[in-house]
């Protein structure tokens, strides 16, 4: 099914807000340069090979919004990402995972075109069975990466592929990868195996639109971005930790794994910020143990 609400309802636009100067130079000042000599932390290991236990799913942070799922009897990822750089902005701390020691993938899927999530030297050395899922008008981007199928999908657009259900979700974002191919879609996937179901919003300004995916799905394990909220353009893209945590609670999710923090700096906030004010207001709001803080490279097994 595909929603009849004209992707510009839901889309940040381009243009920065009134400030941005002052901004991007507290940006570069204070995140980008001092960053760029800052020793990576953390390390890389092997994925678990085997898959959780029948009615279990095992999710695996590797870095900013990357996350391997793992299914009794299906594997996929989201937005894959092993970049060191991208351009100015220096990779914060090592995947959690090695690129070329990944279980059998089923699928790969892609939440938009921008360049910190659709990584194509990243795509480039991924195989899955079932090839890769990208939003409307981002299949030419994926194609010759060396999947065997690509796929388009449209907002609420639903695909039964390799014995899982797809389905594709609203955010409140942007698509454009070079600055005019704003036909691009964008926004997050829904994926289904047996009775558990994963839920990975993409990047997202907070929106009414969790709680129609809420009404619409019984997610299991809700992944969803806490960082980079504090944009230097501005404008409305991310959401904050506590602006996650409303959403977790539209969503109706059982759990939720934070996801687009710690990684590249793309916000004026201090690094340690995010997780802390999740933490706090988790705890605020009664829910503290249904929010899952992993670390890097860790399976989280639900």
């Known amino acids: 099914m595909v929603s009849d609400d004209p992707a510009s309802e839901r889309n940040s636009?381009?243009?920065?807000?009134?400030?941005?100067?002052?901004?991007?130079?507290?940006?570069?000042?204070?995140?980008?340069?001092?960053q760029i000599l800052k020793k990576r932390e953390g390390e890389s290991r092997a994925a678990v090979m085997t898959p959780p236990e029948n009615g279990k799913v095992r999710a695996t942070w590797i870095g900013h919004a990357t996350f391997l799922v793992q299914f009794g009897d299906h594997a996929v990822i989201f937005d894959p990402n092993w970049a060191n750089w991208h351009g100015p902005v220096k990779r914060q701390r090592e995947p959690g995972l090695e690129l070329r020691r990944l279980p059998e993938l089923?699928?790969?899927?892609?939440?938009?075109?921008?360049?910190?999530?659709?990584?194509?030297?990243?795509?480039?050395?991924?195989?899955?069975?079932?090839?890769?899922?990208?939003?409307?008008?981002?299949g030419n981007l994926v194609k010759r990466l060396g999947f065997s199928k690509v796929q388009e999908?449209?907002?609420?657009?639903?695909?039964?592929?390799?014995?899982?259900?797809v389905v594709h979700t609203p955010s409140h974002h942007w698509g454009a990868r070079y600055g005019a191919d704003t036909h691009r879609d964008y926004g997050g996937f829904l994926v289904g195996s047996g009775d558990r179901k994963v839920f990975h919003a993409g990047d997202s300004a907070y929106f009414d639109g969790f709680k129609e995916i809420g009404r619409r799905e019984d997610i299991c394990v809700a992944i969803l971005p806490i960082g980079a909220y504090d944009a230097p353009s501005g404008r409305d893209v991310h959401m904050n930790p506590e602006e996650a945590l409303q959403a977790f609670e539209d969503l109706?999710?059982?759990?939720?794994?934070?996801?687009?923090?710690?990684?590249?700096?793309?916000?004026?906030?201090?690094?340690?910020?995010?997780?802390?004010?999740?933490?706090?207001?988790?705890?605020?709001?009664?829910?503290?143990?249904?929010?899952?803080v992993s670390a890097a490279g860790e399976g989280v097994e639900i």
């Not at 109706?252 to 999740?278: C, I, S």
């Open 13 to 34: 636009g381009l243009l920065p807000k009134k400030g941005w100067p002052e901004r991007n130079y507290r940006f570069w000042r204070y995140r980008l340069l001092p």
């Open 153 to 165: 999908m449209a907002v609420w657009e639903e695909s039964e592929i390799g014995g899982m259900r």
């Open 252 to 292: 109706g999710a059982e759990f939720m794994l934070p996801m687009h923090y710690g990684t590249f700096p793309l916000g004026n906030e201090h690094p340690d910020e995010p997780v802390k004010r999740l933490l706090a207001e988790a705890e605020r709001r009664g829910i503290a143990d249904r929010v899952i």
């Open 106 to 138: 089923d699928l790969v899927l892609v939440s938009h075109a921008h360049f910190d999530h659709l990584h194509k030297p990243s795509l480039r050395v991924i195989e899955a069975e079932h090839g890769i899922v990208v939003p409307k008008s981002s």
